[in-house]
């Protein structure tokens, strides 16, 4: 059974969460003054329970460190990514695939309090978009030049944009190995037409291209260091 353990306090006293909601968690711990961790794992019928460190941020990010083998050196896995590297059948159900445990039972995210946060600030993502503001950039997709499969880039960080502006502008010599996020091989099967539609659009799931996910130019996915006519011309801009 899993040893109870009292919720995080930051330094000021407050909370992330009550000792109620995390009552009988498994390795749930302070990790430091914005977020919290706690064991956690996902099970493939073939490989078994991959297993990790969950951590909850204040501002809503998840981060998970896979702990599958001795020599796993992935740290900062998303937890959709932590689900595909864990080899789940059925991925791309992450909130009900990822579990931790409470007094001795593997219970699904979906089912704990863990993503109070996660949950508040996408609410908030949706508000900002359904107002008109900027808040994401679709996922994007680049053809291997050695197996032509398509394969997506995830635009939700600066460096995640920074990842496909640079494979964009490489894309005669760009291949599955230069992917830097989710390690992939030509031999990996390519996304389905079918999912390829969902793009990460706020305002519509299988948007073709709205104001809220195309942008034509942002900090973001922008950059001042970089050589190509697109940045230099948005940088001169910016500084006009």
Known sequence: MADGVKAAVVDDGSTMFSEVEVREMSGFKRGGDDHVEVTCGCTS?????AVGTLRVFASGDLEIRCDCTPGCQEDKLTPAAFEKHSGRETARKWKNNIWVIVDGEKVPLSKTSLLKYYNKALTKTVNKSQNGQRVCHRDEFLKCTQCNKLRRFHLRTKAECRAYHDAFINNNNWKCSDMPF?????DDEEERASRRVYRGCLVSSTCRGCTSCVCFGCVT????DCCCQTCIDFTSNAKA
């Not at 019928?45 to 329970?49: K, P, R």
């Not at 989710?182 to 030509?186: A, L």
Request: proline share 0%; net charge neutral.
């Open 221 to 224: 996915c922008r950059f001042s």
């Open 45 to 49: 019928h073939c490989y078994g329970d």
């Open 182 to 186: 989710d390690k992939i091989t030509c």
